[in-house]
């Protein structure tokens, strides 16, 4: 199949689509994602059509972004459901952003328990609104057993809800892979409330209980949990408003603080932008991190009207959008190095490795220093249990970047495991000197809002804890 570019009609047409039902924004610059991604809708329809011959789509399975765009267009169940699919980023994992867990650990949560214990009201009710497939909100489970000996006689009401249905299936079924254990909490939690099969960790179903998933746009009412979602103590909502239009997101950050009871707090991703002032949040500012919270003397804000939001057949845009950018080169083959490394990241983050390792080595061949999609790549190699090529990709990311502490503490991670001591502390040692003299809160290129003095401490704790058979060199090679 030929995947064609978008008209400029059809572009306007889709962006504005897209905008009011999901909030998920598109512009110009954007445009050749959007392309690749609703051609990947189209595919993966063409896919479900072919292996269920039980489905039917009106006028058969679509074969052109227009046959698509009069899908969701009629709205179609199946075509939105692979559409929200193939445009949400859906990147998490394990106590994603360790800066903010060690914030609701030691500030927030602390004062919290202890005020609902003194009233004797042991309930909290925390929401992970973008849940993904649904690390965020069990990793708040995994904390609060571990802040709360009595837990079993707390009524914790923890809730994960996403736009996208085939993440929020994977998420109650509670199996992750090594790619969703990058923090170094994360893997003392994996120890703990895991059980291994295989190249898979099973959550245990003791945690696994304490939450509940619902598929639930934030741009909806969502209706199974509309009477929980009322006097939430905490909203985790990270890592989604960035991509939503603008008036979308500020529309969100009113609604989320609508459900906060009074002295609740919003935690949001690093690089999503913060509330309006209007939304009137008080600011708080924790060591690299910051947070919001509901004023505690606040009325209620007033119900604002979003217009289009939720009107599924309204296809006036929200925001009008910006004059179109050139054509885009739509042969996936054809892509850039940069949309192909984006193509490989989009895979990589539904866990498509095959796929996800194509794009890359696209990506290597069109652009051969490109050093971050070596790193990636490595990753890719990990999760598929190709460590040499592991190994080999980290090395080319070094020799790239030699500065760059972050493949060489994944690639200590790799010696360790091959038996290769030496060489694992021989690394360490060079994150260590790497990372020593930079400010603690510089943020580590690709490491997902990791900080240099979190890198250093988990390198030195690795170190540590490795058996000190020679000494290695301390200065970067
Ligand atoms: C990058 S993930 C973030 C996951 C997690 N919050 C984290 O930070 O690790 C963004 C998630 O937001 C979801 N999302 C996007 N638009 C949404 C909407 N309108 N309503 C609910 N979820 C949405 C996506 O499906 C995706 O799973």
């Not at 927030?108 to 497939?133: D, N, T």
């Not at 709360?148 to 993440?167: A, C, F, K, M, V």
């Not at 703990?192 to 179903?205: A, E, I």
């Amino acid at each position: 199949m030929i995947a064609t570019p978008l008209s400029d009609t059809y572009y306007e047409r889709f962006r504005s689509l897209i905008l009011t039902r999901t909030g998920l924004d598109f512009p110009p610059p954007r445009r050749d994602d959007l392309t690749a991604w609703l051609w990947r809708a189209v595919e993966a329809l063409q896919d479900v059509v072919r292996y269920h011959p039980d489905v039917r789509l009106p006028g058969g399975p679509p074969t052109s972004l227009e046959s698509l765009y009069n899908l969701l267009l009629a709205e179609e169940p199946l075509a939105w459901e692979r559409v929200i699919d193939a445009l949400t980023v859906s990147e998490t994992h394990f106590f994603r952003y360790a800066a903010q867990f060690e914030a609701l650990r030691d500030h927030v949560l602390p004062p919290l328990i202890g005020e609902r214990r003194a009233a004797g009201r042991r309930m909290l009710r925390l929401w992970s609104a973008g849940c993904a497939s649904g690390e965020e909100p069990y990793s708040l489970a995994i904390l609060l057993r571990e802040m709360l000996p009595d837990w079993r006689d707390w009524r914790l009401e923890i809730i994960g809800t996403d736009i996208n249905r085939l993440l929020i299936a994977q998420a109650r079924q509670g199996v992750f892979r090594d790619w969703s254990f990058r923090e170094d909490y994360a893997l003392y939690a994996r120890d703990v409330y895991f059980t291994r099969t295989d190249h898979r960790y099973q959550l245990h179903d003791s945690v696994r209980s304490m939450v509940r998933f619902e598929v639930c746009s934030l741009l909806e009412k969502c209706s199974p949990l509309d009477d929980i979602l009322r006097d939430v103590d905490l909203i985790l909502c990270r890592n989604v408003t960035l991509y939503f239009g603008e008036s979308v997101r500020d529309w969100v950050y009113q609604q989320l603080q609508g459900r906060l009871i009074p002295g609740g707090w919003l935690f949001l991703g690093h690089a999503d932008p913060p509330p309006p002032a209007f939304a009137a949040f008080d600011v708080y500012h924790f060591r690299g991190t910051t947070a919001y919270r509901r004023p505690l003397a606040a009325a209620r804000p007033a119900e604002p009207r979003l217009a289009g939001a939720g009107r599924r057949h309204d296809t006036a845009p929200l925001v009008m959008p910006p004059a179109p950018a050139e054509p885009s080169p739509a042969e996936t083959d054809r892509l850039s190095a940069e949309a192909q490394y984006r193509l490989g990241r989009w895979h990589a983050d539904r866990q498509h490795w095959d796929e996800a390792r194509y794009h890359c080595m696209k990506a290597i061949a069109a652009e051969p220093t490109y050093t971050e999609v070596y790193y990636t790549l490595a990753l890719i190699h990990q999760a598929l249990g190709d460590r040499d090529n592991a190994i080999g990709a980290l090395r080319r990311a070094i020799y790239l970047e030699r500065d760059w502490a972050l493949p060489r503490f994944t690639l200590a991670g790799l010696y360790h495991a091959a038996g290769q001591d030496d060489q694992a502390r021989r690394e360490l040692r060079n994150v260590i000197a790497l990372t020593r003299n930079l400010p603690p809160d510089t943020p580590i290129p690709g490491g997902d809002g990791l900080t240099a003095a979190r890198l250093r401490s988990a390198a030195e704790r690795q170190l540590a804890s490795l058996a000190a058979n020679a000494a290695p060199p301390a200065s970067p090679e």
